[in-house]
């Protein structure tokens, strides 16, 4: 079974910084390529980043380019979220999924999310 367990989630001042992780098994990690999410309270979820199996590809949202930075450990079976510059308007559940490609409509298994909150 394909379990995926996100982590470092937590409360960070408006411009701090945090590195979310998103642990993966059940599966070849290799194999695949891994997003990460968001659903603010009372929103849709939507498309934060992605990268491809290599990791020679990566993919951002608007509003997080230049801010979040995706990654990944295939020896650890780990995908990481970097997000720096952090605004009240990141407050949300992040979840971290993974699928064949990275068009975020493959992802066919889903973490349970981790909360971040920013404070003004």
């Known amino acids: 079974q394909v379990r995926l367990v996100e982590s470092g989630g937590g409360l960070v001042q408006a411009g701090g910084s945090l590195r979310l992780s998103c642990a993966s098994s059940g599966r070849t990690f290799s194999n695949y390529a891994m997003d990460w999410f968001r659903q603010a309270p009372g929103k849709e979820r939507e498309f934060v980043a992605a990268i491809s199996w290599s990791g020679d590809s990566t993919y951002y949202a608007d509003s997080v380019k230049g801010r979040f930075s995706i990654s990944r450990d295939n020896a650890k079976n780990t995908v990481y979220l970097q997000m720096s510059g952090l605004k009240a308007e990141d407050t949300a559940v992040y979840y971290c999924?993974?699928?064949?490609?990275?068009?975020?409509?493959?992802?066919?298994?889903w973490g349970k999310g981790t909360l971040v909150t920013v404070s003004l």
């Open positions: 999924a993974s699928g064949p490609s990275v068009d975020p409509s493959t992802m066919d298994y």
